[in-house]
């Protein structure tokens, strides 16, 4: 079944448009099956899962963080993560810089926004980004390198909500890049979408789009 979801999947993403397979809570068979389709850019929620299965499957998986990040658990993916979604505070991003010293790296990073309605979700606002960008800490990072941003919109049957939520984000990435990364060629990321959602960020702008159950199936 993977198989045919997945082709399913690629056949209604754009080539300029990336597709992290969100693997987590999946065994590695399930990843094996995706990787021997040629997929080979998986998405992870936990840390020591992602590490665990890093470790044990192919080395030219690409590895993507996606979930919500603690300062403690970034040891454990810094030595795999290829980018890492989920940057809420200059606390982290910090910690990461360390982490990837320490692996001899330097990983990328997208800044997470809050642009859905429910208070549970994640993420920066604009003007807690900018005071981010704007700090000393943040100009002293070598090991990381953001490359764009990521949200999730509300879990809602609104389109016209959802819609509105990811042109909020392509906004905020365009004003970044103007303000903030106008020489750093490598800001260009947009993710944003995931199985009930993603056709509509990528008329929205998305350049990944982060498809778990679509591939894998429901989760519990
Ligand atoms: C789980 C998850 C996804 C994938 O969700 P599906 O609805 O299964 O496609 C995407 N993004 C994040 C941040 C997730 O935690």
Not at 61 to 76: A, D, E, M, P
Not at 186 to 198: A, K, R
Request: aromatic share 8%; glycine share 6%.
């Amino acid at each position: 079944m993977i198989k045919e979801n997945l082709a399913k999947v690629k056949s209604t993403i754009p080539p300029n448009v990336q597709l992290i397979a969100v693997s987590k809570t999946k065994p590695n068979e399930y990843i094996e099956e995706a990787y021997n389709c040629g997929q080979r850019v998986f998405g992870e929620n936990k840390a020591q899962e992602l590490a665990s299965k890093a470790e044990v499957l192919p080395k030219d998986i690409q590895w993507h963080f996606i979930g919500h990040l603690q300062t403690n658990k970034v040891k454990y993916i810094a030595p795999h993560a290829t980018l890492i979604h989920s940057i809420d505070s200059l606390k982290l991003l910090t910690e990461i810089n360390k982490q990837a010293l320490k692996n001899n790296r330097v990983i990328n990073c997208l800044l997470q926004f809050h642009i859905a309605t429910e208070q549970s979700k994640f993420g920066l606002s604009l003007e807690e980004a900018n005071e981010l960008l704007n700090a000393e800490g943040y100009t002293k990072l070598n090991n990381i390198n953001i490359i764009g941003v990521m949200g999730m919109a509300s879990f809602v049957n609104d389109e016209a909500q959802v819609r509105k939520e990811f042109s909020t984000l392509k906004s905020i990435f365009t004003e970044l890049k103007t303000s903030f990364f106008n020489k750093n060629e490598s800001f260009t990321e947009i993710s944003m979408g995931m199985s009930g959602d993603y056709p509509i960020a990528i008329e929205e702008g998305a350049t990944m789009v982060r498809v778990g159950s679509s591939i894998f199936g429901s989760r519990n």
